[in-house]
C-alpha cells in the first residue's frame, strides 16, 4: 500500500512538471533591464527577446526599470512570481559590484535568483574628450597627476565606477567621480566635456570612437576588441594588472520550477547560437557565452569576492 501511494506521488509530480514545461510561457514574458535605453543589457534583452518570442509563439517584452545602479529592477524580479514570465537581464554590476558598495541591498544575488545562462561577456572601453592632450593611457596618467584632481569621470553604474577607481588606484591619480544614469549619459557627458573621461561598456561609445566624438584610448579586456581592433588593451597600454571584463545574464527568480527554468535556458541557447544574433553581438564587442546554469552561479560567487575586496581597497560606499 505504501508503495503504491509513494508511487503514485512520483507519477503526480513528474506529470505536474511535465504540464508545467508544457504550458510554459502561457502569457507574455517579460525581460526586465535595470538601466535606461542604449546600453548593452537592454541591446541584449531586445536582441534575444525577438528570437525566444518567435520561439515560444508568446510576446517577449523588454520593460526598463532603471535607476539606483539597477537595485529597483534587480528587487523587482527578486520579489516576482517564480513562473518564468518575469526574468531579469542581470548586469555583472547589479549581482556582483553592488553587494561591495550597498550595506544593505533589497536582494541577495546568491539567494533569491536561479541563474539561467550568461548572455554575453564584454570589456570596457576607456574614453575621453578629443580636447584632452592625451592620446594614449599613459599621457593620460602623466595629464592627470599634473591636473592634481581637476579631471572628472563619468560613471553609469557602479561596475564603470570601480574600473574607475581601479584604474586611480592602478596609476596613483586623483580623478573625482560625477554619477550618470546609464552608459549613454555618461558618453553624452564627455562628448560636451562636462566629464573629462569614462569608462563605459561598447555599444553605445563605438559610433561616438568612429566619429571622432570621443577619443578611445584603450579596451580593459586581455585581448582587443573586435569592434574597436585598433584600441589596445590596458596591458599592452603599460597596465599589466588591469582587467576588467563584464557581462549580462539571464535569471529567473528563485523557486523558479526547474523544468521551467530548463525551458527558458533552451530557448535562450537556441538564440545565442543563431547567427545574426552572434554577428550582432560581435559587432557590439559582446561575445556570445551560453553556459550552464552552474557554470554561471560559479562566476557570480567569483566574481562577487573579487570586486567586494576592490570596492573594500577603494574605500568606496555607494550609500
Known amino acids: 500500500m505504501l508503495l503504491r501511494l509513494l508511487a503514485a506521488v512520483f507519477a503526480a509530480a513528474l506529470a505536474a512538471g511535465a504540464a508545467a514545461q508544457g504550458a510554459f510561457p502561457s502569457a507574455p514574458v517579460k525581460l526586465v533591464v535595470g538601466f535606461p535605453p542604449g546600453g548593452a543589457n537592454d541591446i541584449l534583452a531586445r536582441l534575444i527577446g525577438a528570437k525566444l518570442q518567435e520561439t515560444w509563439g508568446q510576446p517577449v517584452v523588454t520593460e526598463n526599470k532603471p535607476g539606483a545602479n539597477a537595485i ?80 572628472n569621470y563619468a560613471a553609469g553604474s557602479t561596475p564603470f565606477q570601480l574600473a574607475a577607481e581601479l584604474f586611480k588606484m592602478q596609476a596613483g591619480v586623483a580623478i573625482n567621480h560625477i554619477p550618470y544614469k546609464g552608459s549613454a549619459a555618461a558618453v553624452n557627458s ?17 559610433g561616438q570612437v568612429r566619429g571622432g566624438k570621443v577619443r578611445g584610448l584603450a579596451v580593459t579586456s586581455r585581448e582587443r576588441a573586435a569592434s574597436l581592433p585598433e584600441l589596445p588593451t590596458m596591458i599592452e597600454a603599460g597596465m599589466p594588472d588591469f582587467d576588467v571584463v563584464l557581462w549580462a545574464s539571464l535569471f529567473a527568480p528563485a523557486g523558479t520550477p526547474r523544468a521551467v527554468a530548463e525551458r527558458i535556458h533552451q530557448g535562450t541557447i537556441k538564440a545565442l547560437q543563431l547567427p ?20 554561471l552561479a560559479a562566476i557570480v560567487k567569483a566574481d562577487l569576492e573579487k570586486w567586494t575586496r576592490v570596492a573594500k581597497q577603494a574605500g568606496v560606499k555607494a550609500d
Open 72 to 151: 529597483i529592477a534587480t528587487e523587482f524580479v527578486a520579489r516576482s512570481a517564480p513562473d518564468g514570465h518575469t526574468l531579469l537581464i542581470g548586469a555583472s554590476g547589479a549581482m556582483t559590484f553592488n553587494p561591495g558598495l550597498y550595506q544593505k541591498l533589497p536582494y541577495d544575488p546568491l539567494r533569491d535568483f536561479a541563474p539561467v545562462t550568461m548572455l554575453g561577456s564584454f570589456p570596457l572601453v576607456l574614453a575621453v574628450h578629443p580636447s584632452l592632450p592625451a592620446k594614449s593611457v599613459q599621457e593620460l596618467v602623466a595629464y592627470a597627476k599634473a591636473a592634481g584632481g581637476k579631471l
Open 276 to 295: 545574426d544574433v552572434r554577428e550582432r553581438m560581435l559587432a557590439l564587442g559582446i561575445t556570445p557565452v551560453g553556459n550552464a546554469p552552474e557554470a
Open 190 to 206: 564627455v562628448m560636451a566635456n562636462d566629464t573629462q573621461l569614462t569608462f563605459v561598456d561598447a555599444p553605445p561609445v563605438v
